[in-house]
């Protein structure tokens, strides 16, 4: 009688018992397509990688790169006598108050969609994207007398109409099964809309959000720049580019960084909490 002999899995094929082989296995992986690794793995490519970049960046002989001590040394001295902790402050709160009403006015315009009669409007309010922002501070100006509703208004109309556009492909995307699901539930079709856009694509609404609201760090030193009476960080970056004092530059860049960053971390935080199963909450019904 003939037996069969066992066959290796493929998941399995190639990694020795021990442990020390199979890191070793995942970090060669790392370097093979659709490979899934360990979260240790992981963390072992992450501080390697910045680790080589942060000596590349030390050893740079490159003269317009200020070193690392040199930016900590200008970050300290800009957080001391130069106030960089109330402009990053003054500059996070606009940012906050932009993206609510970003928020607000985007999603509402993008679930005008399901009504035939706005759709041609919130299209043409998408394709504001286009616009190039210099030329409408003209306009905005006039509108908006104060500086601080100037800056707020430049941000919200610059992250508003990708916001829109990013929502309108969210509601048109819903698959048809959702909707006639939620008729069979004798829902009404104001019902339905709230259930299976509103409720159920909340979820995709944190993940655009998350993808816009960066470009209002992205435009704050654009609109700061406009109207510094409030100060902020945009304002605060103008000055040390116009002075050439680069070290100060690369160390509000990367304060910019560490708050978009944290921003960013945030949303996640609070999609995580308030929709887990929000593609699940239809069929719970």
Known sequence: MSTAKPQIPAATAGVSGGPSGSV??????????N???????LRIIVVFQVAVLLLVWATSSY??????????GAFVDLWSHEGLGQELITSFLLNIQAMAWATLLSLVL???????FFRPIVTAI?????LGMVGLTFFFTLMFTTGHRLKVSLLVFGVGVFFVTSMIDVVTQVPKSKFDLARTLRMGEWRVVWEVIVLGRADAAFDMLRQNAAMGWMML??????SRSEGGIGAMLLNQNKHFRLEAVFAIQIAILIIGLFQDYAIGLAK??????????LERR
């Not at 998408?126 to 286009?130: L, M």
Request: aromatic content about 12%; charged content about 15%; some cysteine.
């Open 24 to 33: 070793t296995s995942e970090m060669l992986g790392a370097f093979a397509p």
């Open 272 to 281: 995580r909490f308030i929709c887990p199963y929000a593609d699940l909450q």
């Open 110 to 116: 993008a679930y005008m969609t399901v009504v035939p």
């Open 221 to 226: 030193t654009m609109v700061e720049g406009i």
């Open 63 to 72: 003269p317009f790169l200020p070193k690392p001590m040199a930016v900590w």
């Open 35 to 41: 490979r899934v690794i360990s979260p240790n793995a």
């Open 126 to 130: 998408s394709k504001g994207r286009f």
